[in-house]
């Protein structure tokens, strides 16, 4: 039988301009912090953006994007952040905060297949 892991999830969302609270969903992070693992999928839909900002500036927001995948798999260059543990960093990654990148409230589950779960949710809630 397949081990069963427990794990969380939240919805990476891009918030171009705050104040109207409008976002598209960008990416999924899941993390199963018993099994040490911590992983995000993140997708940018410029026409999807464009029709929330024309202006929004791709290049910072691409920047952005790509410090929180950093922070969330690569713990030698992800800065400090980076170096706490899977649960850890998720916690700070998903915290509530008003910015251009926000996440859903995490969410659990369980399953027998992490990266599997991960596309699935991607599919889901993002394409």
């Not at 464009?50 to 030698?76: G, N, R, T, V």
């Not at 543990?85 to 910015?99: E, H, I």
Request: glycine fraction near 8%; charged fraction near 25%.
């Amino acid at each position: 039988m397949q081990e069963k892991h427990l794990y969380e999830y939240a919805i990476i969302r891009v918030v171009p301009r705050v104040e109207r609270e409008e976002f598209i969903n960008v990416g999924v992070i899941v993390c199963a912090g018993k099994s040490n693992y911590i992983k995000c999928k993140i997708g940018l839909n410029k026409q999807k953006l464009a029709s929330l900002d024309p202006e929004a500036d791709l290049e910072i927001l691409e920047a952005h994007l790509d410090a929180f995948s950093k922070i969330c798999s690569s713990p030698d260059r992800g800065g400090p952040i980076s170096k706490n543990d899977p649960a850890g960093r998720f916690r700070w990654l998903t915290a509530v905060r008003s910015s251009m990148i926000q996440t859903s409230r995490p969410h659990t589950g369980l399953t027998g297949d992490l990266e599997g779960t991960l596309d699935r949710l991607y599919q889901e809630n993002v394409l």
